[in-house]
């Protein structure tokens, strides 16, 4: 059974980072393409960051040169660095994996979600 579990969210002051992990288990996923999403209340889930299996990257315009997503294989983590954090930042983030797409930021182009880690920031 596959299994994705985020943590690393919490509560920051806009300007400030955090580190955001996903762990997978029931497959071994260095091959599949994996990204993180976002949901903010009352909005659609969007994609905020994608890796594929030979580590090129893809980000949303609106977190660029912000976010960083990367990859332990051997530790079957994914990782998204989060820096100079802004109040529209705020949302839950979710892992995604089995991507059928290099580099998508498509909901329905990933098979396998976990259950979300909430990020707030303040003003």
Known sequence: QVQLVESGGGSVQAGGSLRLSCVVSGYTYSNHYMGWFR???????????????????????????????????AKN????EMSSLKA?????YYCAADGV???????????????????????
Not at 52 to 71: E, L
Not at 77 to 80: E, F, G, S, V
Not at 88 to 92: C, H, I, Y
């Open 39 to 73: 949901q903010a209340p009352g909005k659609e889930r969007e994609g905020v960051a994608a890796a594929d299996s030979d580590g090129s990257t893809n980000y949303a315009d609106s977190v660029k040169g912000r976010f960083t997503i990367s990859k332990d294989n």
């Open 77 to 80: 983590t994914l990782y998204l």
């Open 88 to 92: 529209e930042d705020t949302a839950m």
């Open 101 to 123: 797409v290099a580099g998508s930021l498509l909901e329905y182009e990933y098979n396998y979600w976990g259950q979300g880690t909430q990020v707030t920031v303040s003003s």
